[in-house]
């Protein structure tokens, strides 16, 4: 990984000439993609980011500027812009801040790769990935075999005037594999993944080989299938797609800068008022979610967010009541709510705001047989491939790669194109059953913020059993 070379006393003692406070938030983040199509390597790339954002104090009011010269004129510069940039708008603030809202922090953090990325050989990738695509070779009617990952090594080093003094190191990886199958105008795709703090052991041939047969078949197994029928009826989902119902119905409607309104001209706002905290029936009393940063492996794990705030595990839900909120210091102090620390910025150029991390819901005390044994009529589905929710993140839908038929507590034939519907809090009050084992699944692709900034989260969650959904099918 990089290493600073610049003297970072030296650039906050400028800055302290202007300012009440400072910090400096160094960051070098390094991403390579590799991709093998049809036997065939199609991507084979390697980018690097480096810079700083320079964060002050003036009259009471938070403001940044960003530079990729870390030379010392260079820094010193982009603290005299942020010094003169926040003065001027200082007057238009909508709260009084003080340098107690960054209280000084020491520590370190490293994932847990047992083989760091940048010790991991380019061979060994590409040699999991080609055993990937030619095990998805099962037959004709499979048109195109994907095998792809993205490494990721980053860096971030923050300093304050008041002491602060924390560095981060991660090794993050997003594989994927998909099989898409294909006949007269019908096609079906099946995809497995793994994403999170990992390093090069993930790379084993056989299990990429494992996965990629598995995929293909399922996929070939599906453009046989009928489609999923419609109706209102009892819905298993599985981890992978619990993952994205967890991110899109409980994580971004928590985010408080997205219900204070800061939001609402490019991401949406929420349909959870500032009331609701300690109040809202947000589930049924199975459902329990925590927001921990401490996760194993998981993407979005860490030990201090971009403002110095020391991560620690907080349940957002509990018993299915609304308890906090996925808020920064900024905004806890605005709402007067309680929150995490999540503050957290996509880049060494833009500034932190309120982000999800690692939104977890806890495990219960059902096993998977138990759920299915206790379905009349049902779908089990599993791995997301389409979704739509509103801007208030209350009404959604959700389409599925694969789905299982239940009838009468056994598991039936597979179906196509299953999808399903509803609206948030009804639909959470509906969960009847929560499986005992989580998994824990990740997006490097989480968008929000104006200017735009994608961040990586990541979700555990065992799988689940809602009562009573409306399920429909839908074309390929």
Known sequence: MSVPSFNHQVALAHARQGADWAGLRFSSETT?????????????ESCTEEGAMCEVLVHGTFGYAATADLSESGLKRAFDQAVVTTRATSAFKVHQFSEGHRAPVRGDYKSPAQQRLAATPLADIMECLLA????????????????????????????TSNGTETRQQ????????????????????RSWSKTGQYGGEVFQKALFADQGRRVAIEALELLASPNCPSGRMDLILMPDQMMLQIHESIGHPLELDRILGDERNYAGWSFVKTSDFGALQYGSPLMNVSFDPTTLNALASYAFDDAGNPAKREFLIQNGILKRGLGSVESQERAGLLGVANFRSA??????????ANINL???????????????????????????????RNKFQFGCEHGRLIKDGKLAGVVRNPNYRGVTVDFWNRLAAVGQQAETYGTPYCGKGEPSQVIRVGHASPPCLFRGIEVFGGQS
């Open 32 to 44: 390579q993609y590799r991709e093998v199509r049809n036997d065939t390597p199609d991507k084979n």
């Open 132 to 159: 990937a695509s030619a095990a998805m070779a099962v037959g004709d009617k499979v048109v195109n075999r994907s095998a792809k990952a993205m490494l990721i090594q980053t860096q971030i080093d923050y300093f």
């Open 170 to 189: 991660f090794d993050m990886l997003d594989v994927t594999l998909s099989a898409t199958a294909a006949e007269g105008l019908q096609s079906q795709s």
């Open 347 to 356: 880049s060494w150029n833009r500034a932190p705001i309120d982000r999800m």
């Open 362 to 392: 806890e495990p219960g005390n059902s096993t998977l047989d138990a759920m299915i044994a206790s379905v009349e009529d049902g779908v089990l589905m599993t791995t997301n491939r389409s979704w739509s929710i509103d801007d208030y």
